[in-house]
Nanobody, 124 residues
Framework: QVQLVESGGGLVQAGGSLRLSCAASGRTFSNYVMGWFRQAPGKEREFVAVITGNGVTTYYAGSVKGRFTISRDNAKNTVYLQMNSLKPEDTAVYYC?????????????????WGQGTQVTVSS
């Protein structure tokens, strides 16, 4: 079992920045591919970014590429999402998730464990 707890969400003006953190407990953190997803009201959960267990490979949704950066610190069992140049359309609940697969995965069904989510609101 892996427990995931997100933090760092909040209210920010358009153009601003936030850094989300996701702390993991349980089995060896570096064994997991970690992803960030988001869900806006009335919309389906969508992929945002993913990072492999060793942190070497990352992949982003087109809507956030160049603005968001995913990273991880395996010594601290934590994955981060640095969000810059935020837009009102980035408003959503952001979730981190862990997958036991050993490759970059963007489908939410491939993830075994989920955090409770943290709200990000971007005002115009």
């Amino acid at each position: 079992q892996v427990q995931l707890v997100e933090s760092g969400g909040g209210l920010v003006q358009a153009g601003g920045s936030l850094r989300l953190s996701c702390a993991a407990s349980g089995r060896t953190f570096s064994n997991y591919v970690m992803g960030w997803f988001r869900q806006a009201p009335g919309k389906e959960r969508e992929f945002v970014a993913v990072i492999t267990g060793n942190g070497v490979t990352t992949y982003y949704a087109g809507s956030v590429k160049g603005r968001f950066t995913i990273s991880r610190d395996n010594a601290k069992n934590t994955v981060y999402l640095q969000m810059n140049s935020l837009k009102p359309e980035d408003t959503a609940v952001y979730y981190c998730a862990a997958s036991t697969l050993k490759s970059v995965v963007t489908n939410f069904s491939a993830y075994n464990y989920w955090g409770q989510g943290t709200q990000v609101t971007v005002s115009s």
